[in-house]
């Protein structure tokens, strides 16, 4: 029994940033190489970025991308890597009409996974299974391939896969028994939970292939996906054995153990044949990465995905507005995290309805965070408004949300800073922002976040803070008052909507789980609740639609997981 060192490599690159992408991915085969890996995994699609989305129907993209992979090849091999056994994803295309499949005629490009060695490109292998749910439309562009892999090197042999391929239950896996390893390359959204439902299913393809499974997967955010990492290597037996960091890029060693098999096993199969690097003299240490809580986890892929948003289009900070509440807290307390206190500019824009405890919270919460602050009073703003246009009632209320928005996007505009919205996702649901007031902004952090995770986020983190001897960064005042968006005297939230623990339900319930009105009454919701909670979630569609993007953290996110018509006269069953 011999062992074979992988390396999986758990990269953030750049969507289109080949250069930088091709350096990260050189530099990694260089550390993995000194650390003896033979073979070096990196994720799907880690030469482009994830996902492409329409540049895969783009011919110039596609040839540029072969161009870089094959300069990758050579880059190696000057190196002096080019023994070294790397796999890296990327599209290969553009093909010609007659390769297309008829229920997607515009796909002209392949989801593979390159085998590079000796300064070349050895072994392509084509995704099978294309996803076409929630935030994929792979279907749509690319043509799905048909064809097993496994690369043969000397005695050893190493299945490959592609992310969507692992989740099918059958697909290229059934011609992979009797491999020494299943590599699988990911390019797997983070949502809750997701990292528990990979390790299931790994675990439940290891029995069923009777091999050890490599599964790498990519870090970072890109729009509003954002990418957890959490590689891991499960033998055998459904062991794992070892894994890598949540949200940080990382280089995670295993050493499998091999047999000394022949190498004929696999007749159905496209054997590559690759050679086999010098083994490593000495084992490599074992790491197993500590499992974040989910609270832990949920800050993580909401800090991630927003100092990615904002670093990859090169903002130089972000800007947002101060309220005193804790939506507004949540927002700035993630951003010193996700960018320093330096790059973070807090806006007070009180009017005649702030009160003063709110003003005394706003004040707090910056000192905590130590992060930039400025004050523009909208108080005389509003009166020559209200008196031209003869503004009352809700028109006047929105006014001043809209007057906020134009101070935030003219600072913007000014000093280059990204605002960040604020709004929460039971707001966002049943349409409780003023669309170019408080919706105003470039990206919105807890877009997918419900008000009851809110105030959970910030008890967890000024526990964390507590419990390292910093000091908790969201003032305790914020997070036990009522909500307010304080737009006329007295005004609570639940003024004009139920506890937010029934509503937050109702939305999860209703949108998330797509159940209908009775089953939402059955889990214990009163009819009259039900029904204008479900009138006012599709009455908004029109707003969702000019939302911010912002990161995504549960199955089904407002924004391409959920595309409903806005002209839309849908009745529901009673």
């Given at each position: ?59 110039d993209f596609l040839a540029t ?48 996974a390159a085998v590079l060695q ?319 007031g408080d919706a105003v902004g ?133």
């Amino acid at each position: 029994m011999t062992a074979f060192r992988v390396c999986l490599a758990q990269i953030n690159p750049i969507l289109g940033d080949f250069s930088g992408n091709t350096k990260m991915i050189a530099d990694a085969v260089q550390e993995s190489a000194r650390n003896g890996a033979q073979l070096i995994a990196f994720p799907e699609m880690a030469l482009t970025g994830y996902p492409i989305e329409d540049l895969a129907t783009d011919p110039d993209f596609l040839a540029t991308t072969r161009r870089e992979l094959e300069g990758l090849a050579s880059r190696l091999e000057t190196a002096g890597l080019g023994d070294r056994i790397v796999v890296v994803g990327f599209p290969a295309g553009p093909f010609p009409a007659d390769r297309r499949p008829p229920a997607s005629p515009t796909a002209i490009a392949e989801n593979r996974a390159a085998v590079l060695q000796h300064g070349r490109v050895v072994g392509e292998y084509t995704k099978h299974h294309l996803p076409n749910y929630a935030v994929f439309d792979e279907f749509r562009n690319f043509v799905p391939g048909d064809d097993p892999v496994v690369l043969q090197a000397g005695p050893l042999s190493v299945g490959l896969m592609i992310c969507e391929d692992l989740w099918r239950p059958a697909g290229p896996l059934d011609h992979l028994s009797g491999c020494d390893l299943v590599l699988v390359i990911n390019a797997s959204p983070y949502a809750t939970g997701k990292v528990q439902d990979r390790l299931e299913l790994i675990r439940s393809r290891v029995h069923e292939v009777g091999a050890p499974i490599a599964y790498v997967n990519l870090v970072g955010g890109q729009d509003d996906l954002v990418f957890d990492g959490a590689s891991m290597f499960v033998d055998a037996t459904g062991e794992v054995q070892s894994r890598a960091s949540s949200f940080q890029t990382e280089l995670l060693f295993v050493d499998v153990p091999t047999g000394q098999q022949a190498s004929d096993r696999h007749p159905a199969a496209r054997v590559v044949t690759v050679d086999l690097p010098a083994a490593p003299a000495t084992p490599c240490d074992r790491r197993m990465a500590p499992s974040p809580s989910p609270l832990e986890e949920t800050w993580m892929a909401l800090v991630t995905g927003l100092r990615d948003y904002v670093k990859k289009n090169g903002f130089p900070g972000v800007v947002l507005g101060l309220s005193g509440g804790i939506d507004s807290s949540l927002v700035a307390s993630l951003a010193v995290d996700a960018l320093g206190p330096d790059r973070v500019w807090g806006v007070l824009m009180p009017s005649r309805y702030s009160s003063d405890h709110s003003l005394d919270d706003a004040h707090d919460l910056v000192t905590r965070l130590g992060i930039h602050s400025r004050t523009e009073p909208i108080t005389d703003l509003v009166p020559p408004f209200e008196h031209q246009l003869h503004l009352d009632g809700v028109a006047a209320e929105n006014l001043q949300a809209r007057l906020r928005g134009v101070i935030l996007m003219a600072i913007s505009n000014s000093e280059g800073q990204l605002v960040l919205t604020t709004g929460n996702k039971s707001e966002l649901a049943v349409g409780y922002s003023t669309i170019y007031g408080d919706a105003v902004g470039g990206f919105n952090p807890i877009k997918d976040v419900v008000k009851t995770l809110v105030w959970d986020l910030c008890r967890w983190r000024n526990a964390r803070a507590t419990e390292t001897g910093q000091t908790p960064p969201i003032p305790e005042h914020v997070i036990v008052k009522p909500p307010s968006a304080e737009l006329r005297p007295d005004q609570t939230d639940q003024d004009s909507l139920p506890p937010y623990t029934e509503l937050d339900d109702i939305i999860h319930r209703y949108v998330e789980l797509r159940e209908g009105p009775d089953d939402i009454i059955a889990a214990g919701h009163s009819l009259k609740t039900v029904s204008r909670i479900i009138a006012l979630i599709d009455r908004a569609e029109w707003k969702r639609r000019q939302a911010a993007p912002g990161t995504r953290i549960t199955e089904l996110a407002f924004g391409r997981d959920r595309r409903i018509p806005i002209t839309n006269r849908r009745p529901h069953a009673r």
